[in-house]
């Protein structure tokens, strides 16, 4: 996973850069706000995925495949019927594309094929994702991992060889990333019949007791999957609206830093559901907790590898990434990056809500924040006219103060959990490692001019080697033991 992660961030950084010095802000701003339009169904949809999930682990830890194989014929059928719906109204928004976004006339065509590849590769998953889950169930994590690998591996061949045997247009970012998803979608089909044969699919397994439970899991799963979505990419819809070309790039750049930050915790969040959901079912709430407060630090120490020095040198990264063109992207990551330590805090919290399926509070409480998040950037965008760093670092407070007097007041109620020791045992030995780094980097940043990417690695470095050290000082006991036992594998691999 951490493999497959890192090969798609490091391609899909230097693709980034190669389309934003060669097609115009107008081309590389209808790829992100088309790309961001349709990112919201995947956030909406996924909560009757993630429902179908919960409960199909649940009936095989039980072993009662025939009630596992209801939920599955159920909840192929329920995304079938949501699907057609769902691709009627997307038929519509195409053909009213130009009206619904501000799009240059020469982009339009590109703009509207994005948008209709996206939809139909979106939907076949939606519809048979389901078939495919086999391999989550049973947490055969490497072979699922090896196919992410395989299929990056393909998509990045296929962009490779669109881009410079055909033409460069951010299109064939479109292109090559469906014909990948879709792939690896047939692979886990016919790899998850194999893993549990018990798995079958059909029509007269429709369980309409089943919808029920589906829908009550999915509707407070999909309010907290928008409010993510809008976290991430309300801003561009307005800037669409009231700003300008360049706005969406910059503020697109920003977007992508700090999504690819939080993708560094992904490995960890995804394999982590199906033991959380086994600790609530044998009321181990006590391990729930310890895991909260152990997730916390380990996301925020994890993040803390990009977050600070990202921070303290984006302006030097921006201006080798793309030149001065797009310099307000250096703000704005900083901006955007500030925000996930706190954000880290919390990185248990939704999962260990799914396991408890107790989802309802923390879903108002998200997305009451993004509501206010959206009024505020409205507010500092169109009303006061400002500009996009200074409406990034509004989206950075309202979502600050959000996660530390919103979300981790939910937290301490929920899991029964002291503020000392969310602050003692979560948030202050997660912060300081990184805090010490960065008096490292910013003096750095000042005394040298960077004039390349290994000046800015070289520089970097030893600050990293500082957060490590800081991390096992400030750890508690629990965090040196296992630091001092992976360190001892690692020796062992490597002397055989």
Sequence with gaps: ???????????????????????????????????????????ITSALVSAGVRYMIHEYTQREFERMNRILSTSVILNAIIGFLIMV??????????????????????????FLIIIGTFLINFVLTPLGLGLHITQKLVIKNIIDLSVEVLKITLLFLLLFGVSTKALWLVVANSVALLLAL???????????????????????????????????????????????????????RFGNSTDVASFNIGRFVSRQTLQVWEPIRA?????????????????????????????????SFVVFPAIIFSEAFIKLYVGDVYINAAYIIMALLSIIPFQMLNAMLPQISAAMDNQKDLAIRMMMIQIVNLAVMYYILVVMELTVVEMAWSIA???????????????????????????????????????????????????????????????????????????YIFGLEQDKKQMLDVIKIIQSKLKN
Excluded: C
């Design 271 to 303: 394999s982590i559901g199906t033991p959380l959901i086994a600790m609530y079912s044998k009321h181990q709430f006590q391990r729930l907790n310890d895991t909260y407060l152990k997730g916390s630090r380990l996301a925020i120490w994890l993040t």
């Design 186 to 240: 047939i692979i886990r089909i016919i790899l998850s019949k194999k893993i549990i044969p018990e798995m079958q699919f059909l029509i007269s397994g429709y369980d309409k007791t089943f919808v029920m439970k589906f829908l009550s899991f999915g509707s407070w799963n999909s309010i907290i999957l928008l409010s993510r979505y809008l976290r991430n990419f309300a801003a561009l819809f307005l800037l669409n």
């Design 397 to 471: 407070l309202v979502n600050i103060v959000g996660e530390l007097f919103v979300i981790t007041v939910f937290a301490k109620k929920n899991l029964k959990i002291t503020y000392t020791n969310i602050f003692n045992k979560g948030l202050l030995p997660g912060l300081i490692p990184g805090l010490l780094a960065s008096v490292y980097w910013y003096f750095i940043q000042y005394t040298f001019e960077v004039t390349s990417y290994v000046h800015l690695t070289l520089l970097i470095l030893p600050g990293i080697i500082m957060l490590v050290l800081g991390i």
């Design 1 to 43: 996973m951490a493999i497959t992660k890192l090969l798609s961030i490091t391609v899909f950084i230097w693709v980034q850069q190669y389309l934003l010095k060669r097609i115009s802000p107008d081309e590389y701003a209808i790829y992100a706000i088309i790309s961001s339009l349709v990112f919201l169904l995947p956030f």
């Design 89 to 114: 109204v997307s038929l519509i928004a195409v053909y009213y594309l130009d009206n619904l976004l501000t799009i240059e006339s020469e982009y339009l065509l590109d703009a509207k094929l994005m």
